[in-house]
Structure formats: structure tokens, C-alpha cells
């Protein structure tokens, strides 16, 4: 997933393109730079069981993540792959078309997330309409990612991953924690709280450790 955080700005709202838009709200900064230890922020210690989620997606009939970016840095990923933020740095690169602003890089740098590629379960996520109102992306492509890339260092959020407070999760403890059923079952929205369980669960963000290469993304 391309990283657009939310602005320091309350109160903004933005519609979804997925089949039932949503609206989302957007949150303070002082909520999202995180001061916690990464470590703090882990559920339990690094699982064994990195087939854990794969499995509980494939009970969902999920085949892929998906990773969101500006068809300008198309050429790139195919010399380089996908790269984190702190890779990225690390080999002098730069995206045409960031995803995120200065604010949400120094988010993910201070919540202990930048050296993950930031993934979504499904193919949307509020992130992009903030990226794209902000016309940090104008033209935006999907990347499907194969199941593979998930392993015994991939986490998990079941929010924003750069907000204060929100739990980096192992493979086996987001197999529970992740709300999978309202990602990815229907639910009426003339239910009260439906509609909120949507919302939130669309949030949630999988990360993977440094890169991504291009023998795990289809299509390019």
C-alpha cells in the first residue's frame, strides 16, 4: 500500500470508490506520531506460524494484498522492486510521486514503521482518497501482491499503522485480531454498526519487512 497518512487536520472527510462508499474521518496528528518503542508496540514475540494469516485469508477466498501507487513510479519498482521508506533512503531513491507527505514520513519514522512496505487487505483503502485530494497522486495504479511475501516478519495493524497506540501484531495474534469477517463479508449497512465495523476494518495494514521484489507482483 502507498504510504498517505492522515493530515493534522480533524474532522476531513473523503468517499471511498470501493462497491458501497464510505466516508472516513481524519485524525489529529498528535494522535498518529506515535512516541511508543516498537517494541512496546508488538503483541508477543515473533511467530513461528507465518502460514497463520495466509490461511485465515484463504478461508476469506483471498488470493492477494494490494500495495497503491502513482503510475509514475511504475518504472521504478520494476528496476528496484517495492522498497520502504528507510530502504528507499538507504539507496539514495526517491519516488517520483510519493505517496506520503514529510508529516507522515516522520510518523512512520517515529512509530517504527518505516521499514515495512505498507500493504491493504483489499483493493482500496482510506489512505489513497487522502493522497489523492491531496494531489500527491494523480493517476493511481494497484499493485497485486502475491500471499508469499508474508512470513515470519510480516505484522500487522488493525488501524492506521503510524497512529498512537495502535498494536503491531505477529501473524498468529492478527490471525484473531484483525477484523477478516469485516473486511471481507457483507454486511447491510441499514444495521446499526455495520457500517462502522466497515470503516474500521478497512483501516488495517499489513506490513512487510524492507522490500517487496518484482517476482511478487503480478503484472509488471
Not at 477466498?61 to 528507510?86: A, M, P
Not at 506520503?100 to 489513497?128: E, I, Q
Not at 484483525?178 to 474500521?200: A, C, H, M, Q, W
Request: hydrophobic share 35%; with cysteine.
Amino acid at each position: 500500500m502507498g504510504k498517505s497518512h492522515f493530515p493534522p487536520t480533524s474532522n476531513e472527510k473523503y468517499m471511498s470508490d470501493i462497491s458501497v462508499s464510505h466516508t472516513y474521518e481524519g485524525e489529529r496528528l498528535t494522535q498518529l506520531l506515535a512516541p511508543a518503542t516498537f517494541e512496546s508496540r508488538c503483541s508477543i514475540p515473533t511467530s513461528k506460524d507465518d502460514q497463520a494469516m495466509q490461511e485465515a485469508l484463504k478461508k476469506h477466498n483471498v488470493t492477494c494484498l494490494w500495495h497503491f501507487t502513482d503510475e509514475r513510479n511504475l518504472k521504478s519498482i520494476r528496476e528496484h522492486g517495492l522498497l520502504s521508506l528507510k530502504e528507499l533512503a538507504r539507496r539514495n531513491l526517491s519516488p517520483v510521486a510519493p505517496g506520503g507527505n514529510d508529516w507522515s514520513h516522520k510518523a512512520d519514522v517515529r512509530a517504527h514503521v518505516d521499514d515495512y512496505v505498507h500493504l491493504s487487505f483489499k483493493k482500496d483503502h482510506p489512505m489513497l482518497h487522502f493522497a489523492k485530494n491531496e494531489e500527491r497522486i494523480a493517476n493511481h495504479v494497484w499493485l497485486e501482491i502475491n500471499l508469499s511475501v508474508i512470513d515470519a516478519n510480516t505484522r500487522y495493524t488493525n488501524d492506521v499503522a503510524n497512529k498512537a497506540n495502535v498494536a503491531i501484531l505477529e501473524n498468529d495474534t492478527a490471525k484473531k485480531s484483525i477484523d477478516l469477517d469485516g473486511l471481507f463479508t457483507y454486511f447491510p449497512f441499514d444495521v446499526p454498526g455495520n457500517k462502522e465495523r466497515k470503516n474500521s476494518a478497512a483501516k488495517s495494514e499489513v506490513l512487510i519487512k524492507t522490500m517487496i521484489g518484482i517476482d511478487k507482483i503480478k503484472g509488471l
